[in-house]
Nanobody, 124 residues
Framework: QVQLAESGGGLVQAGGSLRLSCATS????????TGWFRQAPGKEREFLSA????????SYADSVKGRFTILRDNAKNMVFLQMTSLKPEDTAVYYC?????????????????WGQGTQVTVSS
């Protein structure tokens, strides 16, 4: 079992950067694939990025490719989402997610474990 807790959200101006963190618990975290999603009011949860449990494979949604980077530090049981060139349309609650083994996935249903979310607001 793994538990997740996001932090690092906040208010930023368009064009700015933020780094979201996801602290995880569980001795086998290194064997979990991880993903980042977001959900804006009135919209479905949207896939952003995923990393396989080995760290060898990553994937990104077209909307964030080239702007967002997923990172993980297994020694610290942490996952990160580095976000640059932020736009007002990036405003949403951001969630990290995890699934045991595998490459990660692009659907929320691919993941069994979720954090509580952190709000990101990008002002124009």
């Amino acid at each position: 079992q793994v538990q997740l807790a996001e932090s690092g959200g906040g208010l930023v101006q368009a064009g700015g950067s933020l780094r979201l963190s996801c602290a995880t618990s569980g001795r086998t975290f290194s064997r979990y694939a991880t993903g980042w999603f977001r959900q804006a009011p009135g919209k479905e949860r949207e896939f952003l990025s995923a990393m396989s449990w080995s760290g060898e494979s990553t994937s990104y949604a077209d909307s964030v490719k080239g702007r967002f980077t997923i990172l993980r530090d297994n020694a610290k049981n942490m996952v990160f989402l580095q976000m640059t060139s932020l736009k007002p349309e990036d405003t949403a609650v951001y969630y990290c997610a995890a699934k045991f083994l595998g490459r990660g996935g692009t659907h929320a249903t691919d993941y069994a474990h979720w954090g509580q979310g952190t709000q990101v607001t990008v002002s124009s």
